[in-house]
Every structure is written in C-alpha cells, then in structure tokens.
C-alpha cells in the first residue's frame, strides 16, 4: 500500500510527480526578460548581472546563466568568494567582486581572471597577489562619490590613481574600470544622485588623464537604470531589476514592465475549526473573533519568513488572507473565516508572494523592509525549483 493511492482523508494528494511541500519557484524565462527588458533602457551600455547573495535568494548560477543568455556581458558579485564559485561552475564570462577584506582570497580570483575593485588598501594586497599569481590583476578603480561605504574619498583619488599607475607600469596590474555606487537613485526627486555624477565624471576625468586605457565606467544599480539615463556610462550593474522587482515606491513590477521571478509556495500543513476566542501561536497575541478555521503555513523565520512580518497576505487555495499571529520558527497560521472547510485546505497551495499572488512588496510592507531583503532571506532549507514560464511548474 502507498500513500499516493491510498489517502486517508479528504485531504489533497497529489501524484507523487506533482509532489513538494514548501519552495521557491524560479522562473529563468522571467529573468531573462528583464534582462532582455533592461538591456533595451541602457543601450548602448552594457549590462552586469548582479549575482551576489546567491542571486538574491534566486540562485547565483541558474541566474547567471540566463542572464548571459539573454545577453548580459558582466557578471557582479560582492566577495571574490563568490565570483570563484561562478568561475568553478565552468561560467566564462567577465564577473567583478568588489567587497575584500585582508582575507580575500586575491591571487586565487587574479589566477581565474576575476576583475576586482579597489576601494584603497586592497591595491597593494592585489599588487602581491598578483605577483604570487604570476598574472597582473585587472582592477577597477571606486572612488567614493557620496554613499559613504566603500571606495577612495575624492581627497585620496590621485594618490590611488598615482599608485595603481606605478603598478600598471611594473605589470602587475591592469586599471580596466572606474566605478562608484549610488546611495538614493530610488528617490529621483533628491539632488544628491546629481553631486554623485558630477563627482563621478571628475574622478573619470582625472583616470583618463592619468593615461588609464578605460574599457568601462559604471556607476548605476538598477533604480538609476531606470530613472536616469546620464548615469548609464559603458556598463550598469542590474540587480534587483533582473529578478523582477521594483525599487521605486510609487511603481509595481508591472509598471515597469519586469516579471517577478520567485513564487514562494507551501502546502497547506493543517488546518482546523477553532472556537471564538482561540489564542493563536507564541504571545497568543491574535484571538479569533469568531468561531473559524485557521491553516497552518509550514514556512517560518528558519525559512526566511520574517517574525516581525504581521497580517502579512497569502493566497491560500485562492483566497486572499493575512497572516494571524506571530511567526514561528518553522510555520504560521492564517485565520481563514468561518465558510471556509478544513478539508479544501490540507494540502492546498500556499503563495506567500510572486506570480498569481500577492507581491513581495506587501510581505516586506508588512514586516518593515524591503523587497531585496524579502526574496534574499528565504534560506536554504526552502528548496528552490527552476520553471521556464510563469505557469511551468502547474500540472507538471
Ligand atoms: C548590490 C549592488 C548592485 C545592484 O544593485 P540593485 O539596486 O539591486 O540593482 C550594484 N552595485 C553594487 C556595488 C552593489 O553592491
């Protein structure tokens, strides 16, 4: 006897083809569009795909891939760490990593041809790396315009510039870029991301003087992409756009004509009548109003599901509810309303956010952040699943 043939309940079971509990979705057909959607807006520029974090929670090198078959040239990554993991998956292509410490592993990332940035200190570090290495270093120069993180304050940039010159001409190094990083292209009504420019193309200028044979200047992450062409120089470093979503407040995805590429799913764990007044999960801080059925969500704060998020909304067998209660480490509840029949419900699709269902935006609206952090922070205990089209993974 087998579960899949014998089921012992009026609950919903599936052949065992169709069968996951909880995951991610990922649509490669939607990040290719957006690529492709981009691609069109920074024209003639070129298109970095930004793959850190594991590509947003996506997955780095499924991501990857699709965006270079869609016709990125670059491929971005915080940690050199990172780019290697790329480089010993067989990808090719360009990719920069431009977050060190005195740890990076510098002659490794020289050794497979990964671009770095130099921010200061690093360019010595890289120097004698590349020496180790037998192989001089391609660099890219960031200089610090306004965000105040990393990169060369405009008062120390010809001395960078002087030193990088004295190591292109000892051959350990090659200075291939200039870069910089924009800290509120997401507001395009401040004046802030114009001083940055301005400061950008002085620190280009004075690279250029210095006798640097440029091959690209890059300095926009995707809300510049999208709200200001001036910022595109030769290359853009596209993240969260690639997977879908949108930077602005006041604009969807679809406003901005990109497809949200993660689906977050689970099945229905349980789901019970409960009497008015019922206490639900940690803090009993959500009561019933009346007597009701509740379902049980078996994705929690280890899966990535912040427990600050309240009446967040999920899709539950089609209906549109909120969230009911605290988080839990492993599930929550949601308070589905008296007509509705636990029966319908054990087994049924959960959609937390993406395609069908509400948008990540909602669930980062209701536990106070971001859409970047919702889809970075689902973890690795939910697995992901790969489908080419919105609707791939239906009737599989
Ligand atoms: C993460 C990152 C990006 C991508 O930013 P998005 O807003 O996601 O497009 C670009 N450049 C740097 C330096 C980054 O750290």
Known sequence: MSIETEPNSAAVVLPTEQRWERRAVIDLSAIRHNVRRIAELAAPAQIMAVVKADGYGHGALPV?????????????????T??????????????????????TPFAEAIAANIDLGVSGWDLDHIAAAA????????VHLKIDTGLGRNGCTPEGWRELLAAAAAYQEEGV??????????AVADEPERPETDEQLAAFRAAVALAEEAGFGLEVRHTAN????????DAHFDLVRLGLGMYGLSPFADQTSADLGLRPAMRLVARVANAKRVPAGQG????LTYRTAGPTTVALVPLGYADGIPRTAQAAPVLIAGVLRRSS???????????????????DLIGAEAVLFGDGGPAAEAWAASAGTINYEMVTRISGRVPRHYVEGSWGEHGE
């Open 64 to 80: 990857a891939k699709a965006a270079l078959e869609a016709g990125a040239t670059w491929l971005g990554t915080a940690h050199a």
């Open 82 to 103: 990172e780019a290697l993991e790329l480089r010993a998956a067989g990808i090719t292509a360009p990719v920069l990593a431009w977050l060190h410490t005195t740890d």
């Open 131 to 138: 020496r180790t290495a037998a192989q001089p270093a391609r």
């Open 173 to 182: 190094l090659r200075v291939v870029g200039v870069f910089s990083h924009l």
């Open 222 to 229: 995707t809300p510049a992409i999208l709200s200001r062409p």
């Open 280 to 283: 639900i999960s940690y803090g």
């Open 325 to 343: 209660g605290r988080v839990a480490m492993d599930q929550f509840v949601v308070d589905m309303g008296e007509d509705a029949d636990p029966a």
